[in-house]
């Protein structure tokens, strides 16, 4: 499919686009009857089709999307303080190469923009920026006001180390607590973002203190459920994670990106500022990588006897990319890049299985 404008214009800032809301001139495509509806964490759903936290920046982005028939949109990820985006530019092409775990923390080019989402890959910072909680807390509200009936909006949240003096374990409880109070009907915990050079960037590899934080979560929230979201982790090291966490979460998400150093022709860091040499990479080049995260999740499930929601995320490019996760055992699939350059997808699949 040829590459269209994407609803984030990448040429502009992340405030701007804040501000600006998404840029989409298409067609609103009515809403199909569904012939089943798919149960996730005991609500009844439309469609197994989401958008992970980053592209929905506020209730405007929820909004569009929602409209767009994404029925399940992930808020953007909120903190318990404002914090600023990284300055532009957030978001950056880079070749469509396939890459695996072995590659993370590798370094690769930016190179051009593609013809088609085939071949959509791209390098994002943002490092997790975020509105103040009683500013976030209405816009929260206002996006779930603007859900249709079989959608579930999931709010993202992250601890931030010191805020108001609070321990970063004690600060996503904090954090959770705000969402809950918010509305939130699920709770995602963003436990990996390449993009933050503090210690709420790759907690997920840390199985104590993820199971320290989602315990003190669920202490404040009860009976809301919570999603981990992870990145990449060989089976034995996932499976620590998985087990030192289950009596408290309700559902995994994976995978965030897998992290690389970006440079530009000349061998430079290509994104500008401290810190920001590596980032996060999504799109087609990640598949391979989320679907074995997947199948890795799914086993472990089995192991266990557990009864975790597996939500499958990365490289989710097609209507054929959605049927092959579900068709591995995903509960939920969720798609980023392409949601971003090709915001039709989830109405196409919905089409197809009319």
């Given amino acids: 499919m040829t590459l269209l404008p994407p609803t984030y214009d990448i040429s502009k800032s992340y405030e701007e686009n804040f501000n600006a809301g998404p840029v989409y001139a298409g067609p609103i495509p009515p809403m199909p009857v569904a012939r089943k509806t798919w149960s996730f964490l005991g609500f009844e759903l439309s469609s197994p089709i989401g958008v992970p936290a980053g592209p929905l920046l506020n209730a405007a982005y929820v909004e569009l999307y929602a409209r767009l028939g994404w029925d399940v949109p992930v808020y953007k990820t909120v903190r318990s303080v404002a ?3 990284h300055p532009a530019p957030n978001c950056l092409f880079i070749a469509t190469d396939p890459l695996t775990e072995a590659d993370a923390h590798a370094v690769r080019r930016i190179a051009p923009a593609p013809l088609s989402v085939d071949g959509l890959t791209i390098t994002n910072s943002f490092g997790m920026p975020s509105m103040a909680p009683a500013d976030w807390q209405a816009d929260v509200r206002r996006a779930s006001d603007a859900l249709h009936p079989g959608q579930l909006l999931v709010v993202s949240i992250v601890g931030t180390p010191g805020a108001d003096g609070r321990s970063l374990e004690d600060d996503f409880a904090h954090t959770a607590a705000l969402a809950r109070a918010a509305g939130a009907r699920v709770i995602e915990a963003n436990f990996s973002c390449p ?17 320290s934080i989602v315990r003190k979560i669920k202490d404040r929230i009860g009976d809301i459920p919570l999603i981990v979201k992870i990145g990449a982790l060989p089976e034995d090291r996932l499976a620590a994670v998985i087990e030192a966490c289950l009596p408290f979460i309700d559902g995994v998400a994976a995978i ?10 000349g061998g430079n860091q290509a994104l500008p500022g401290a810190g920001r040499l590596k980032s996060g990479v999504c799109g087609a080049a990640i598949a391979g990588v989320a679907t074995e995260m997947t199948a890795r999740l799914l086993t472990i499930r ?17 209507e054929d990319d959605v049927d092959n996760r579900l068709a591995i055992g995903a509960d939920l699939v969720m798609s980023a890049t392409a949601a971003m350059w090709d915001p039709l997808l989830a109405s ?7």
Avoid at 256 to 265: A, Q, R
Avoid at 348 to 354: A, L, T, V
């Fill in 83 to 85: 914090r600023a985006s």
């Fill in 195 to 211: 993009n933050v050079a503090s210690a709420e960037g790759e907690l997920f590899r840390d199985a104590r203190t993820s199971a």
């Fill in 256 to 265: 965030n990106t897998v992290p690389l150093s970006i440079v530009d022709d």
């Fill in 302 to 318: 089995d192991r266990l006897k557990a009864t975790f929601a597996v939500v499958s995320v990365g490289g989710v490019m097609s």
């Fill in 348 to 354: 196409r699949w919905k089409d197809r299985h009319r």
